[in-house]
């Protein structure tokens, strides 16, 4: 399974940027699929998810600001941003779960980077 990522930036503090992801691939057994992101020095942390069954999660510091949503296939989501801030400031990577005979395997797209500037 291939990630496939797009819609990083440079955006002033108060403007909105959507990321997009396609899975490709074998993605017949996708169990979930979402954001995460890492700033420098920091360690990796869920932004927002979405399950095969349409459930969402999100960080409970970005709910209300960052809204994740299919784009038509079950293997395409973006990730609409508002009202960024300099904190935002990071690395942005599409992931996804596949189930297996074995439990699952996570992929990771290479990651797109959104820059906030105040």
């Known amino acids: 399974v291939r990630l496939v990522e797009s819609g990083g930036g440079l955006v002033q503090a108060g403007e909105s940027l959507r990321l997009s992801c396609t899975a490709v691939?074998?993605?017949?057994?996708?169990?979930?699929i979402g954001w995460y992101r890492q700033a420098p020095e920091k360690q990796r942390e869920m932004v927002a998810t979405?399950?095969?069954?349409?459930?969402?999660n999100y960080a409970a510091s970005l709910k209300g600001r960052f809204t994740i949503s299919r784009d038509g296939a079950k293997t395409r989501i973006n990730l609409q941003m508002n009202d960024l801030k300099p904190e935002d400031t990071a690395t942005y990577y599409c992931?996804?779960?596949?189930?297996?005979?074995?439990?699952?395997?996570?992929?990771w797209g290479e990651g797109t980077q959104v820059t906030v500037s105040s």
């Open positions: 992931s996804a779960r596949i189930l297996t005979p074995w439990g699952h395997d996570d992929y």
């Open positions: 979405i399950t095969d069954a349409g459930s969402t």
């Open positions: 691939g074998d993605t017949t057994n996708l169990d979930a």
